[in-house]
């Protein structure tokens, strides 16, 4: 009996790539012994042909779910969108820029078939990255695991398999605003890591630009934290200490040598520091009061404005 894999993959304007990456792609899964396979494809909104070009696609395979999202919900949801349609016994995430390698796709198909419920592809090699790119995704990874309980590994992207068990635990988690490294790190389940290089992209640009990765790492950070927000007390506990210890030392230098003229910088200096302090913390206050109020309006993460399979 053969299994039966769906292939999750989310597409934004990415009309000139579609047909080179299933061209590439079919062949390697088609290779794989005693497996079928389902293509979910999620238009995530795209502006330009990509949705015809998976229409034609889904014409000439019945393979292919063609998933239309209403408008560009973000990489987040239609991953999201794309896993609530899969059907099969497991689930292949990856991007359509084959910056992720699909030879890997029956390593990882064989590790599922030993045991394993999630089989994750592990970056060792980003040098088709920009320098500040790889800088910054280093920074993040440290930085997250230092103030988040639950790690996600670093350089360990969308790329994987995952068993059906693992995306009905994902199905069942309720948040809106989704960090879906997170969500995938936060759900456990046995998993097994494959090293790769990763390449460059095949056709067309990165659609995040530095201020949505920037605020994607925001959205990361206060979604499985809330240390950056209760470090603030800690800051106000020094502050204050340190302030009643300055507040002695004028008490006991008024006493001994009497009320001298007070420094303008000294004076400039505590003011500023101290409203920067206050500032930053409100900031931090309002991302998680932000995350509260998006959550309880209850939207839904997504909106399918059509989906289409030809038989």
Not at 58 to 84: C, H, Q, W, Y
Not at 114 to 134: M, W
Not at 212 to 239: D, H, K, M, Q
Not at 289 to 294: A, H, K, P
Request: hydrophobic share 45%; proline share 4%; charged share 20%.
């Amino acid at each position: 009996m053969r299994d039966i894999i769906s292939l999750v993959v989310p597409f934004y304007n990415e009309g000139k790539g579609v047909l080179h990456f299933f061209r590439t792609i079919i062949p390697i899964l088609e290779g794989i012994p005693d497996t079928g396979w389902e293509f979910v494809c999620v238009d995530d909104g795209s502006t330009d042909d990509t949705l015809a070009c998976l229409l034609t696609c889904a014409r000439e395979d019945d393979r292919f779910l063609i998933v239309e999202l209403s408008r560009n919900f973000g990489k987040e949801a239609a991953m999201t969108a794309g896993l609530d349609a899969a059907t099969g016994a497991a689930m292949v995430v990856i991007d359509a820029d084959l910056q992720d390698p699909p030879e890997l796709i029956p390593t990882m198909v064989e590790k599922w078939r030993e045991g394993a419920e999630v089989v994750v592809g592990r970056r060792v090699d980003r040098s088709s990255d920009t320098a500040a790119k790889r800088i910054t995704a280093s920074w993040f990874y440290s930085l997250y695991n230092r103030l988040a309980k639950i790690r996600v590994p670093e350089n360990v992207g969308d790329f994987r398999l995952m068993d059906c068990c693992v995306v009905d635990a994902l199905k069942s988690l309720p948040e809106r605003q989704r960090f879906m490294k997170g969500l995938f790190a936060w759900v456990g389940f046995r998993t097994v890591t494959i090293d790769y290089v990763r390449a460059a992209r095949a056709v067309g640009t990165s659609k995040f630009s530095g201020l949505a990765l920037w605020n994607f790492a925001l959205e990361g950070l206060t979604s499985f934290s809330t240390l950056p927000i209760r470090i603030w007390t800690y800051v106000g506990c020094v502050g204050g200490l340190l302030t009643l210890l300055y507040g002695l030392f004028i008490v006991v230098r008024t006493v001994i040598f009497g009320n001298p003229v007070p420094g303008y910088a000294s004076i400039f200096f505590a003011v500023t520091f101290l409203g920067s302090i206050q500032i930053i913390s409100i900031g931090m206050l309002g991302e998680y009061i932000g995350r509260i109020y998006m959550e309880t309006k209850g939207r839904p993460i997504y909106i399918i404005r059509k989906k289409s399979r030809f038989n």
